[in-house]
Structure formats: structure tokens, C-alpha cells
T-cell receptor
Framework: GAVVSQHPSWVICKSGTSVKIECRSLDFQATTMFWYRQFPKQSLMLMAT?????????EQGVEKDKFLINHASLTLSTLTVTSAHPEDSSFYIC???????????FGPGTRLTVT | GESVGLHLPTLSVQEGDNSIINCAYSNSASDYFIWYKQESGKGPQFIIDIRSNMDKRQGQRVTVLLNKTVKHLSLQIAATQPGDSAVYFC????????????????WGLGTSLAVNP
């Protein structure tokens, strides 16, 4: 149990376009979802935290108008990278947490390449 | 972000040996610690956790030790296998004034474990 999926697993887009990444909790309700980005050989960097039905809380230095997060249901959160640039190329990982408890369940990640 | 964006240290071990991966945490208020394994191109996978009221916890082939005096966490892997090759991250949950009930994970640097056959 506690499976999280992400779609797509990888995506290539042109500079200036937008791309949407989906994060789904398949067998549980996720009241909180987290979005991370990870550069090669580095640790995970938290971008934002979203609670179902409310606006996301962004970490310092993360542009909320560029990284749009929607958590419309208890099983789905989306991250949209708007007007993507090559420096946005990264590995984006989501995680989901149940109402009770500490544990975060991670998705398999999405590799974004902006050309 | 709150994690450290530095390059990963590497630990190289022989297959069958025991591995010890260390992690220093910074916040004495953290009350829950987790070790994750991340294979190349995949998301982190939960290995084992420990609460701050414990100093040792064992799982299958893995043991986590917590030393709150020096704020140190370690992960011991017994009889290391090639499938254990991955990057290992420690994470802590800390109480911050502006975190509300979100309980954000604070990530360690990570250690790359290479198992030699």
C-alpha cells in the first residue's frame, strides 16, 4: 500500500513552453503533497507544500508564478512549469502524506529536459 | 530550499562487508528521523525510521543508531549486496514556527554507496 505515481516519467519541451507534471496517490488519501526538485548528485530541495483544497506554500526562492501547484483532490496534485527555460531542467519528485503520521511516500520522479 | 546542494560523498565497500553511513543533523528539536535509499533515476525509498526517544532500531539487515548528544545518525547495512548500491539520505522532521502542521522533511547531504563484487 501507499503507492504514489507520477506522470510523465520524463518529458522534453522547448524553451518558453509550459509542462504539467501529475502526482497521484493510488491507494490512499493524501491530505498533503510535497514537490521537490533534484539536480544530479545533489540532495532533494523542497519547492512547495500543498494541502488539499488550499493554496500551496512555497519555499523561499521558489517562484510561485513559475511553478504552479494545484492540489484539487485528495489523490492528485499537479505541478506546472510555466515558460520553461533550460535551467529548469531537473528531476522533479513528489511525495504524499496521509492525514495522520509523519511518513512521506515518494513518487518515482519526472525527468524534465528543456531544450 | 532547505537541503544542502553540495556534491555527494561516496562510500565504497566490498560485497558481503558491513556498511556504515553517517549523517549529522542540525536541529536538536527534531523528533523523527528517516533513512531513504535512492537508486539512479528513481524516487527515494523508505528504509527505516527512528523516533528521538530511541537510540537504536533494527530492521532487516539494517540498523539505525541515533546519538542525540552529538546529533548524529547512522545507518548500518549488514552483508552489503550489489543491490544496495544507491544514494542514501537521512532526513529529519523539525518543528518550525511557520510550518504549521506540514512537518517538512529536512534532507541530509546524501552518501553514494558503491558495492564492489
Amino acid at each position: 500500500g501507499a503507492v504514489v505515481s507520477q506522470h510523465p516519467s520524463w518529458v522534453i519541451c522547448k524553451s518558453g513552453t509550459s509542462v504539467k507534471i501529475e502526482c497521484r496517490s493510488l491507494d490512499f488519501q493524501a491530505t498533503t503533497m510535497f514537490w521537490y526538485r533534484q539536480f544530479p548528485k545533489q540532495s532533494l530541495m523542497l519547492m512547495a507544500t500543498s494541502n488539499e483544497g488550499s493554496k500551496a506554500t512555497y519555499e523561499q526562492g521558489v517562484e510561485k508564478d513559475k511553478f504552479l501547484i494545484n492540489h484539487a483532490s485528495l489523490t492528485l496534485s499537479t505541478l506546472t512549469v510555466t515558460s520553461a527555460h533550460p535551467e529548469d531542467s531537473s528531476f522533479y519528485i513528489c511525495s504524499a502524506r496521509k492525514r495522520e503520521g509523519y511518513e512521506q511516500y515518494f513518487g518515482p520522479g519526472t525527468r524534465l529536459t528543456v531544450t | 530550499g532547505e537541503s544542502v546542494g553540495l556534491h555527494l560523498p561516496t562510500l565504497s565497500v566490498q560485497e558481503g562487508d558491513n556498511s556504515i553511513i553517517n549523517c549529522a543533523y542540525s536541529n536538536s528539536a527534531s523528533d523523527y528521523f528517516i533513512w531513504y535509499k535512492q537508486e539512479s533515476g528513481k524516487g527515494p525509498q523508505f528504509i527505516i525510521d527512528i523516533r528521538s526517544n530511541m537510540d537504536k532500531r533494527q530492521g532487516q539487515r539494517v540498523t539505525v543508531l541515533l546519538n542525540k548528544t552529538v546529533k548524529h545518525l547512522s545507518l548500518q547495512i549488514a552483508a552489503t549486496q550489489p543491490g544496495d548500491s544507491a544514494v542514501y539520505f537521512c532526513a529529519e522532521i523539525t518543528h518550525r514556527l511557520n510550518a504549521g502542521n506540514n512537518r517538512k522533511l529536512i534532507w541530509g547531504l546524501g552518501t553514494s554507496l558503491a558495492v564492489n563484487p
